[in-house]
């Protein structure tokens, strides 16, 4: 069974910097895609960015050119580098191990528990 686990949230001033980890465990870490998803309060789990198991990313409008995604194949890791936060990225993140195809991501039922970030103004 596949298990995620993200960390690395916290609390932080607009203009700082966060870096989410996402472990996985229970799969093969090098197939498939991951997708990081945040969810304010009182609003729908947005997708934020994906990665592809060949590495191509797809990053939301609200967050290109501030969030970078990358993967770590030896460490079963995904992660989550977001600079230049804003009170608007307040949030609990979630990594989601699913699939892409033909540029779309398809989730699976694997979620993380969530980190809660948090950013001041």
């Known amino acids: 069974q596949v298990q995620l686990v993200e960390s690395g949230g916290g609390l932080v001033q607009a203009g700082g910097s966060l870096t989410l980890s996402c472990a996985a465990s229970?799969?093969?870490?090098?197939?498939?895609?991951f997708g990081w998803y945040r969810q304010a309060p009182g609003k729908q789990r947005e997708l934020v960015v994906v990665?592809?198991?060949?590495?191509?990313?797809n990053y939301a409008d609200s967050v290109k050119g501030r969030f970078t995604i990358s993967r770590d194949n030896a460490k079963n890791t995904v992660y989550l580098q977001m600079n230049s936060l804003k009170p608007e990225d307040t949030a609990v993140y979630y990594c989601?191990?699913?699939?892409?195809?033909?540029?779309?991501?398809?989730?699976?039922?694997?979620w993380g528990q969530g980190t809660q970030v948090t950013v001041s103004s």
């Open positions: 989601n191990r699913g699939r892409t195809y033909s540029g779309t991501y398809y989730p699976s039922d694997y």
């Open positions: 990665i592809s198991d060949g590495g191509s990313t």
């Open positions: 229970g799969t093969t870490f090098s197939i498939g895609a």
